[in-house]
């Protein structure tokens, strides 16, 4: 199974805000509302930003929206922050128990 | 707080076997399924396959399936992932993580395998 297409590469100035788009199909993305986001800092494990497409972690900031519209679901990212710089991850369940990773996404804030 | 706490770094030659580490601590470990993910240098995440510690009933990727074996002591709240054989294409960070309901949540700290001859 291929992984769930993201765009390589993301950039947007501080205080902008950025959207990141994850596209599968209708046996992933398009068929669970099972999606889930993280970010990975640099030589860092990745950490949860959302569950369940648009739910957050307690104490995570409200700058981080998750949502879904048929087999695409998106990272909204408001605010930018310096912080913000890092690698992004979709997932999906797919059924069956099993896990399908997007390619990920660099963001660079300039 | 959830902690995931792997075992450490660990350099093996071709043909060796490896088992590596997961402990869980902070939650009922047998309530939540454990996935393990693989991440090769500068690449994206790739999932191996989820264990289930209640009963240790597993789901491979069909990438992984045959290639590595995952298990679970439940005395230990302990998860593991194993290799007969290693190859050089398995050097990697090898990352546990537990599922909140479908996908992971919490993430160990990772652990990076070397194997060359």
């Known amino acids: 199974q291929s992984a769930l297409t993201q765009p390589a590469s993301v950039s947007g100035s501080p205080g902008q805000s950025i959207i990141i788009s994850c596209t599968g199909t209708?046996?992933?993305?398009?068929?669970?509302?099972?999606v889930s986001w993280y970010r990975q800092h640099a030589g860092k494990a990745p950490t949860l930003l959302i569950f369940?497409?648009?739910h957050r972690p307690a104490r995570l900031s409200s700058r981080f929206s998750g949502s879904k519209s048929g087999n695409t679901a998106s990272l909204t990212i408001s605010g930018l922050q310096a912080e913000d710089e890092a690698d992004y991850y979709c997932?999906?369940?797919?059924?069956?128990?099993?896990?399908?990773f997007g390619g990920g996404t660099k963001l660079t804030v300039l | 707080e959830v902690q995931l706490v792997q075992s450490g770094a660990d350099v093996k030659k071709p043909g060796e076997s490896l088992k590596i580490s997961c402990m869980s601590s902070?939650?009922?470990?047998?309530?939540?399924?454990i996935s393990w993910v693989r991440q090769m240098p500068g690449r994206g995440l790739e999932w191996v396959g989820t264990?289930?510690?209640?009963?240790?009933?597993?789901n491979y990727s069909p990438s992984f399936e045959g290639h590595v074996i995952m298990s679970a002591d439940k005395s230990r709240n302990t998860a593991y992932l194993q290799w007969s054989s290693l190859k050089v294409s398995d050097s990697a960070i090898y990352y546990c993580?537990?599922?909140?309901?479908?996908?992971?949540?919490?993430w160990g700290q990772g652990t990076l395998v070397t194997v060359s001859s």
């Open positions: 369940d497409v648009s």
């Open positions: 209708s046996s992933d993305v398009g068929g669970h509302n099972f």
């Open positions: 997932a999906s369940y797919t059924g069956n128990s099993h896990v399908l």
């Open positions: 264990i289930d510690p209640s009963d240790s009933s597993t």
């Open positions: 993580a537990r599922h909140g309901q479908r996908l992971p949540d919490y």
């Open positions: 902070e939650y009922s470990f047998t309530s939540y399924w």
